[in-house]
């Protein structure tokens, strides 16, 4: 029997999670999520399903790769001394379990086997086609002993597209100098009805928020026209901006690494090329 962990049961995610369980056995599979109107708790959510597991000794636990997903299962496999393979583009049913999963920010596939029953496994975004058949989906409460609680859940704000659904991204790195450093980069994307992103480097030093990050462990992109300033090219920093159709890199470094991955190259300081470019574009518009 697979059991299958949705955080939200009516996503994209969910229903690619869903081809792969059917995958393993179409037969038994068995969709459970928490129900929980007080917020989201790991720990909480995690123990809730780690009991259901105890009970119900499924062969794999799967779930869709989300921030949740992720973080979910790897406290249930904490709990339990189970295998956890997270992200994977490939589940093969067996005895141990096959996994295929992606490392190194996409330049590496890496297989492995997970020993131990049941083995935890979330799927990569777009690894499979969705499935459209749909799943009923049991409903469990979050374990009444959780550690940790949500308290309060602030919505950001966002003034324009927002940064994945963008077609056109304008990004600053740690080049840009500083956060009032920004606003040059906010004026082109404006003027390009695009959004604002940033490197690691950017909002480790305070200048952005998380949400604007560009990266493995930030937002995946796939924008027409990405545009990044005074970026270096971290290989975690191009995992998440390697569906762009173009990328447009400007850095004054001509060894910088991100060049090798450009599409055009503008070798130059940046807070002299991003207002040129934003002053060319209102002198074409007549602005």
Not at 99 to 112: D, I, K, N, Q, Y
Not at 237 to 242: F, I, L, N, Q, V
Not at 254 to 268: C, H, K, Q, T
Request: glycine residues 12%.
């Amino acid at each position: 029997m697979v059991l299958l962990f949705a955080e939200r049961s009516d996503d994209e995610l969910f229903r690619q999670a869903l081809a792969f369980a059917r995958g393993l056995d179409g037969d038994q599979l068995h969709a459970v999520g928490i129900d929980d109107a007080d917020g989201y708790s790991p720990d909480g959510w995690a123990s809730a399903l780690a009991q259901l597991i105890r009970e119900r000794a499924p062969g794999a636990v799967l779930s869709p790769g989300s921030e949740r997903g992720n973080e979910v299962l790897a406290h249930v496999a904490a709990q339990l001394d189970l295998p956890f393979a997270a992200n994977c583009v490939s589940v093969a049913p067996g005895d141990p379990l096959r996994v295929t999963r992606v490392r190194w920010g996409g330049s590496l596939l890496e297989e492995a086997r997970l020993h131990g029953s049941p083995a935890l496994v979330t799927v990569a975004p777009h690894a499979v086609a969705a499935d459209t058949t749909g799943v009923e989906v049991e409903l469990v409460g979050p374990a009444p002993e959780a550690q940790t609680r949500m308290s309060e859940r602030l919505e950001a704000v966002s003034a324009g597209v927002s940064l994945a659904d963008a077609d056109v991204v304008v990004s600053g790195g740690r080049g840009v100098g500083s956060a009032e450093g920004f606003v040059i980069i906010e004026e082109l994307a404006d003027l390009l009805g695009g959004a604002v992103g940033c490197s690691r480097a950017v909002t480790s030093a305070g200048w952005r928020p998380h949400t604007d990050q560009v990266g493995q462990t930030g937002t995946k992109i796939s924008p027409s026209l990405y545009i990044a300033c005074g970026i270096s090219g971290a290989t975690q920093h191009m995992a998440g901006c390697k569906g762009a159709k173009k990328l447009l890199a400007i850095n004054p470094d001509r060894e910088a690494s991100i060049f090798a991955n450009a599409d055009y190259v503008v070798i130059g300081d940046l807070h002299e090329v991003v207002p040129a470019i934003s002053a060319e574009i209102r002198r074409t518009r007549g602005g």
